[in-house]
C-alpha cells in the first residue's frame, strides 16, 4: 500500500482463474487490510491495482505479514452485485 493505492497479487494455485471470479476476491481482501472503500480495480487475473477511498483517515499501514484468504463457498451473484465469503489470517 502507497498514499491512495494497493496492490494485490494471487498466489494459490487455482488454474486459470476467470476475471469475474477474481475480481471479488480482491476487492474483499484489500478493503479488508486497507479499511477502505476500494474505487477502482484494474489489472489481470494475477496481479491488481486498486485505487482506494479512505475518507478522513489516513491510509493505514499494510501487515508486515502476507495476508491469507480463503473463499468459503460459492460466490453469490445479484443483479450488479456479487458476494463472498472469505476467511483471513
Known amino acids: 500500500m502507497r498514499e491512495n493505492r494497493a496492490e494485490a497479487i494471487r498466489i494459490n494455485s487455482e488454474w486459470a482463474p476467470r476475471m ?3 475480481e ?5 481482501a484489500i478493503a479488508k ?3 477502505c472503500e476500494v474505487k477502482r480495480l484494474r489489472g489481470d ?3 491488481m491495482v486498486a485505487d ?13 505479514e502476507p ?8 460466490p453469490r451473484a ?5 458476494f463472498i465469503d472469505l476467511s483471513c489470517e
Do not use: F, I, N
Open 45 to 47: 487475473q494475477a496481479m
Open 78 to 82: 445479484l443483479p450488479g452485485e456479487v
Open 52 to 64: 482506494l477511498k479512505c475518507g478522513e483517515s489516513a491510509v493505514p499501514l499494510a501487515p508486515q
Open 67 to 74: 495476508l491469507t484468504c480463503e473463499l468459503d463457498g460459492k
Open 33 to 35: 487490510v486497507s479499511g
Open 20 to 22: 469475474a471470479a477474481v
Open 24 to 28: 471479488p476476491r480482491a476487492r474483499a
